[in-house]
């Protein structure tokens, strides 16, 4: 009979990941496949428990130790994603799963395996980057341009009453002509940016580790960029340069990008939107605040609820499109986190996420 370790040992000789098995009672490694000499271009003998920590990326020492001291015999993790940093002095982005395994002579031994992810978390993050800039222009344009075109909408009917007794066919041609194109490019920009929304929420939600401070800096570019454009001044700020917390990026970001939608609606131009990131006690807090007109008291009861009747027109007749507030509330909850916003008409709202922070310590 063929002893099934051989086969399993065949099968890890000749895959792409790097197999291992480390036993932790002894504090040695048992086994390393072939893939590791192809990533880390080290020999055997010369690797220890002690030189592969070193190679840990420092930001992420503290979630692999909070996941190490969480380990428990028989119960498999997976999907774990960190940095090291190898002797070709480059970052690499590492995918881990293993298990904890009780074996002859009470001995714990961790077995699993290790994945190099790097050229796919780039490209992920290439098209995350891509997507925060379109959502932030889609903003922009539902903002800055349905406004104009509702206005220029508003003139073509004015203008048709007082031509209305001039009886020149042409003319009211013309002006009617006006009135069907900006109404029908209003209704396409509505529609684009909602059907956008729906998507997002639409897939299953898959969360990584994230530095939210640097996620931020990026998605906050394109509205820096578009402040003359807008109208409003936009501020970020955050407590520590790097804060750490497990979320789906696409569907969190779309929450944060809806909320600041909601304020650019909701502020007078000159007025100021302001994001921050506060990480404290194993906890991350967002806020997204204008000083804008607020909420008025009669929606506060009600705004997170379904089929609420709180949604307003925006201050240049924008129309409610988007996430709505119930979404944004499942999407935190979906987060292990909380939602809550804190108003007074004519002195601007803020918007609060508490979520779990994903180190114990404050990177």
């Given at each position: 009979?063929?002893?099934?370790?051989?086969?399993?040992?065949?099968?890890?000789?000749?895959?792409?990941?790097?197999?291992?098995?480390?036993?932790?009672?002894?504090?040695?490694?048992?086994?390393?496949?072939?893939?590791?000499?192809?990533?880390?271009?080290?020999?055997?003998?010369?690797?220890?428990?002690?030189?592969?920590?070193?190679?840990?990326?420092?930001?992420?020492?503290?979630?692999?130790k909070a996941i190490y001291?969480?380990?428990?015999?028989?119960?498999?993790?997976?999907?774990?994603?960190?940095?090291?940093?190898?002797?070709?002095?480059?970052?690499?982005?590492?995918?881990?799963?293993?298990?904890?395994?009780?074996?002859?002579?009470?001995?714990?031994?961790?077995?699993?395996?290790?994945?190099?992810?790097?050229?796919?978390?780039?490209?992920?993050?290439?098209?995350?980057?891509?997507?925060?800039?379109?959502?932030?222009?889609?903003?922009?344009?539902?903002?800055?341009?349905?406004?104009?075109?509702?206005?220029?909408?508003?003139?073509?009917?004015?203008?048709?009453?007082?031509?209305?007794?001039?009886?020149?066919?042409?003319?009211?041609?013309?002006?009617?002509?006006?009135?069907?194109?900006?109404?029908?490019?209003?209704?396409?920009?509505?529609?684009?940016?909602?059907?956008?929304?729906?998507?997002?929420?639409?897939?299953?939600?898959?969360?990584?580790?994230?530095?939210?401070?640097?996620?931020?800096?990026?998605?906050?570019?394109?509205?820096?960029?578009?402040?003359?454009?807008?109208?409003?001044?936009?501020?970020?700020?955050?407590?520590?340069?790097r804060i750490y917390a497990?979320?789906?990026?696409?569907?969190?970001?779309?929450?944060?990008?809806?909320?600041?939608?909601?304020?650019?609606?909701?502020?007078?131009?000159?007025?100021?939107?302001?994001?921050?990131?506060?990480?404290?006690?194993?906890?991350?807090?967002?806020?997204?605040?204008?000083?804008?007109?607020?909420?008025?008291?009669?929606?506060?009861?009600?705004?997170?609820?379904?089929?609420?009747?709180?949604?307003?027109?925006?201050?240049?007749?924008?129309?409610?499109?988007?996430?709505?507030?119930?979404?944004?509330?499942?999407?935190?909850?979906?987060?292990?986190?909380?939602?809550?916003?804190?108003?007074?008409?004519?002195?601007?709202?803020?918007?609060?996420?508490?979520?779990?922070?994903?180190?114990?310590?404050?990177?």
């Amino acid at each position: 009979m063929i002893n099934p370790a051989t086969l399993l040992l065949a099968l890890a000789e000749h895959d792409h990941r790097i197999c291992f098995a480390f036993n932790i009672t002894k504090n040695s490694l048992v086994y390393l496949n072939p893939a590791f000499d192809a990533l880390f271009k080290l020999p055997h003998d010369v690797v220890t428990p002690k030189l592969l920590y070193s190679m840990i990326h420092a930001d992420d020492i503290g979630y692999l130790k909070a996941i190490y001291q969480d380990l428990r015999p028989d119960v498999f993790i997976d999907n774990i994603e960190f940095r090291m940093i190898l002797p070709d002095t480059k970052e690499y982005i590492i995918r881990l799963s293993m298990f904890l395994g009780i074996f002859e002579k009470q001995e714990h031994v961790l077995t699993g395996y290790m994945e190099d992810i790097t050229a796919i978390k780039i490209n992920e993050e290439k098209g995350r980057e891509l997507g925060s800039k379109k959502n932030a222009i889609l903003n922009i344009i539902s903002h800055d341009l349905a406004g104009p075109l509702g206005s220029i909408k508003n003139f073509a009917f004015l203008l048709s009453k007082k031509t209305k007794d001039l009886e020149d066919e042409q003319v009211n041609k013309f002006i009617t002509s006006i009135e069907t194109l900006s109404n029908r490019s209003i209704l396409m920009i509505q529609e684009f940016i909602k059907q956008e929304f729906i998507e997002t929420v639409g897939v299953d939600i898959v969360k990584t580790r994230v530095n939210l401070v640097e996620k931020f800096k990026s998605f906050m570019q394109e509205y820096y960029i578009a402040e003359n454009d807008t109208g409003k001044n936009f501020n970020f700020h955050s407590s520590h340069p790097r804060i750490y917390a497990e979320v789906d990026e696409n569907k969190f970001m779309q929450v944060i990008n809806n909320l600041i939608s909601n304020s650019l609606k909701f502020t007078p131009d000159g007025g100021k939107i302001t994001i921050s990131i506060i990480q404290k006690q194993g906890t991350v807090i967002i806020s997204v605040g204008d000083n804008g007109v607020g909420i008025p008291e009669k929606f506060h009861a009600r705004l997170f609820e379904k089929f609420s009747d709180s949604r307003r027109t925006g201050l240049k007749g924008e129309p409610s499109v988007g996430l709505g507030m119930s979404i944004i509330k499942t999407i935190v909850e979906w987060h292990h986190g909380r939602i809550w916003f804190e108003s007074e008409e004519n002195k601007g709202s803020t918007f609060y996420i508490e979520l779990p922070g994903s180190d114990k310590q404050s990177s």
